[in-house]
Structure formats: C-alpha cells, structure tokens
C-alpha cells in the first residue's frame, strides 16, 4: 500500500489531497458497503475514520453539539443593550482606575 499527500497552496481555499493506492480489495469493498448502508459517500467514510483516528471532529458535528445552545431570538435591540451594556462596564472599570 502506498500514500501520496499533495497539499496545494493553501491561499487558493484547495484542502490537501490524499491518495491511497494498492488498497486490498476486500478493505475496499468493506468500506464501500459500509459507505452505502450509511448512506454517505466513500470519501466521506474516510474522512470520519480520519477525524476519530486523530481525535477531532468535523465542523458539522461540532455545530451539531452547539445547537441547543444557539438563540434565534436574538433581536436589534438585544444586540443594542449589549453594547450599551459593555459600554457602561468599561466605562466605569476605566473610572476606577483612574481613581
């Protein structure tokens, strides 16, 4: 089995690629049913097994987890008596200070 990685210049956006040769073919067709009962494509099967082998989790998975702590109530003039709010704090840490 061999292995090329080829990581394009990151400033165009590309993700590094790579490209798994000489896979046994019973490895291959594991993953590929594996790939079809999950209802995802082959690559994103690697990709999973990749993200729990390094231990991290994917974007979606991790704004999966956030969700319920997401609030679509958020209006302009919550968003406003933040401000004002954080405004007033700094404000008067800086008063203190110069006391």
């Known amino acids: 089995m061999s292995l090329a990685i080829d990581k394009q210049d990151s400033k165009n956006g590309a993700m590094p690629e790579i490209v798994i040769s000489n896979v046994p073919e019973l490895v291959y067709e594991h993953l590929k049913a594996h790939a079809q009962q999950t ?5 994103e099967l690697v990709l999973r097994i990749l993200y729990k082998d390094v231990n991290l989790k994917p974007w979606s998975q991790i704004f999966e987890e956030l969700a319920p702590y997401r609030s679509t109530k958020v209006t302009l003039e919550s968003v406003q008596r933040a401000i004002d709010e954080s405004r007033e704090e700094r404000a008067n840490r800086v008063l203190r200070a110069d006391s």
């Not at 209802?39 to 690559?43: D, F, K, S």
């Open 39 to 43: 209802g995802i494509t082959l690559e």
